[in-house]
């Protein structure tokens, strides 16, 4: 919502009817360039033209008969070779178990907190308040205040 409030801020009269101005003079450039490519690739090119006679002719003239190719023998193909017959692959390596970690504060703390909740509830609410409290303390400051608006 701020954004929107500076935006209506900033655009003023003077600004909006110099984007006018400069939005019809692109347009009237466009337009220009279209006349004028029209005009260079729409026309016949300049220069004398050939005379529509002799053009006539020179198209009604017999056509040269296209000369029929000679037959080529066809090549008889190399062999394919015979493929190698396929052997059987090696079996694939099992991995070797690897050792689970045994849940300890600094290693898992959510098997920690599963135990606790179990065993003392009342430790778990004491632990995730102070968590709580902690994180909001750091994250205060980063709060924006309507004071601090620029």
Excluded: C, D, K
């Excluded at 193909?77 to 390596?93: A, E, L, N, Q, V």
């Excluded at 098997?111 to 709580?132: K, N, R």
């Amino acid at each position: 919502m701020e954004l929107w409030h500076r935006l209506q801020a900033r655009l003023t009269a003077e600004h909006l009817g110099w984007f006018g101005a400069g939005l019809s003079a692109a347009v009237a450039a466009f337009v220009g360039y279209q006349f004028i490519a029209a005009a260079v690739f729409g026309g016949p090119p300049p220069g004398p033209q050939p005379n529509v006679a002799q053009a006539s002719a020179a198209r009604s003239a017999t056509p040269v008969p296209t000369r029929t190719p000679r037959p080529t023998p066809t090549r008889t193909p190399t062999p394919t070779h015979t493929p190698r017959p396929t052997s059987t692959p090696f079996p694939t390596r099992t991995p070797s178990p690897t050792r689970t970690p045994s849940p300890t504060p600094g290693n898992n703390v959510v098997a920690v907190l599963a135990t606790l909740e179990v065993a003392q509830p009342e430790v778990v609410v004491g632990i995730v308040a102070t968590f709580a409290a902690r994180t909001n303390a750091a994250l205060q400051p980063l709060v924006a205040t309507a004071e601090a608006r620029p």
